[in-house]
T-cell receptor, first 111, second 115 residues
Framework: GQQLNQSPQSMFIQEGEDVSMNCTSS?????WLWYKQDPGEGPVLLIALYKAGELTSNGRLTAQFGITRKDSFLNISASIPSDVGIYFCAGQITGGFKTIFGAGTRLFVKA | ETGVTQTPRHLVMGMTNKKSLKCEQH?????MYWYKQSAKKPLELMFV???????ENNSVPSRFSPECPNSSHLFLHLHTLQPEDSALYLCASSQDLVTSRKTQYFGPGTRLLVL
């Protein structure tokens, strides 16, 4: 079945550092989504990407839809303590209704 | 606030109890979903409803019974659960199931503990 490989599994960084995480798959997706989940809460949508090559920003966050449509990355610039949480990538295909989720990247930010 | 609310936020139940989880979306969406999130596992899709019709039952045991009375409300009825069913249960909604309108918005979840 379709799977997403999300890496790294966890990251420990210093406040102010930039962060990069990515998702890859052997399958082609038509939509890539990035979510953040805080402890005890549901995932919150950060960025949605609908076209190959698309680069979209949301404040300090930037995500790109890979040209091959098999990968996506998320960058966070100048991290702050409230960036702590789990970041999930998710992919969708045309014609299906399932959303495939990565296992998440757990981010820790040291002040 | 994502526009999707879930109640209760926390639930402890015995294996012989019957309880229900409720989800309500205020986004005008037509598709609603139930997911199970266990520790260190990817989100597991359980059920999908589109315009009140169930389109997916992802091999979920019958002790979980969904109900979608209208496009804004979704329930998950629980009966004779097992301890391994303890998890965070997330509800989500999307505009519908068409490409670019399938982007899902999640509620805060119900943390369920089965004793």
């Amino acid at each position: 079945g379709q799977q997403l490989n999300q890496s790294p599994q966890s990251m420990f960084i210093q406040e102010g550092e930039d962060v990069s995480m990515n998702c890859t798959s052997s399958s082609i997706f038509n939509t890539w989504l990035w979510y953040k989940q805080d402890p005890g809460e549901g995932p919150v949508l950060l960025i949605a990407l609908y076209k190959a090559g698309e680069l979209t920003s949301n404040g300090r966050l930037t995500a790109q839809f890979g040209i091959t449509r098999k990968d996506s990355f998320l960058n966070i610039s100048a991290s702050i303590p409230s960036d702590v949480g789990i970041y999930f990538c998710a992919g969708q295909i045309t014609g299906g209704f399932k959303t495939i989720f990565g296992a998440g990247t757990r981010l820790f930010v040291k002040a | 606030e994502t526009g999707v609310t879930q109640t209760p936020r926390h639930l402890v139940m015995g294996m012989t109890n019957k309880k229900s989880l409720k989800c309500e979306q205020h986004l005008g969406h037509n598709a609603m979903y139930w997911y199970k999130q266990s520790a260190k596992k990817p989100l597991e899709l359980m059920f999908v409803y589109n315009f009140k019709e169930q389109t997916e039952n992802n091999s979920v045991p019958s002790r979980f019974s969904p109900e979608c009375p209208n496009s804004s409300h979704l329930f998950l009825h629980l009966h004779t659960l097992q301890p391994e069913d303890s998890a965070l249960y997330l509800c989500a909604s999307s505009q519908d199931l068409v490409t670019s309108r399938k982007t899902q918005y999640f509620g805060p979840g119900t943390r369920l503990l089965v004793l």
